[in-house]
């Protein structure tokens, strides 16, 4: 499974930005996917997640001003920024919670990262 992050880049402080992930692979089904962010010398931390069922999750320091949703193509997951501050560049990574296996099965559940995107908001 491999899953691809883009949309980062530089934006100014109140400004907006939208990431994209989508999931590639041996997947059975798509359970959680989530935003996290990492800036350097501190661990990652959780920022979105969405359900299948469509229920998201945010942490407190963006709830209000991030959008997480899942497009009608099920194994993608954006996440829109507004009124970006300073505090929010970082590293962001997409997560997904699948099913794996072979045609038939069993399946087993697993985890997987995406490889990053950059955000930083500087004026």
């Known amino acids: 499974v491999q899953l691809q992050a883009s949309g980062g880049g530089l934006v100014q402080p109140g400004g907006s930005l939208r990431l994209s992930c989508a999931a590639s692979?041996?997947?059975?089904?798509?359970?959680?996917m989530s935003w996290y962010r990492q800036t350097p010398g501190k661990h990652r931390e959780f920022v979105a997640l969405?359900?299948?069922?469509?229920?998201?999750q945010y942490d407190d320091s963006v709830r209000g001003r991030f959008i997480i949703d899942r497009p009608n193509y099920e194994n993608t997951v954006t996440l829109q920024m507004r009124y970006l501050k300073p505090d929010d560049s970082a590293v962001y990574y997409c997560s997904a919670n699948v099913l794996t296996g072979p045609p038939g099965g069993p399946y087993s559940p697993s985890t997987h990262w995406g490889q990053g995107t950059l955000v930083t908001v500087s004026s």
């Open positions: 969405i359900s299948p069922s469509g229920t998201t």
């Open positions: 692979g041996n997947i059975f089904s798509m359970n959680d």
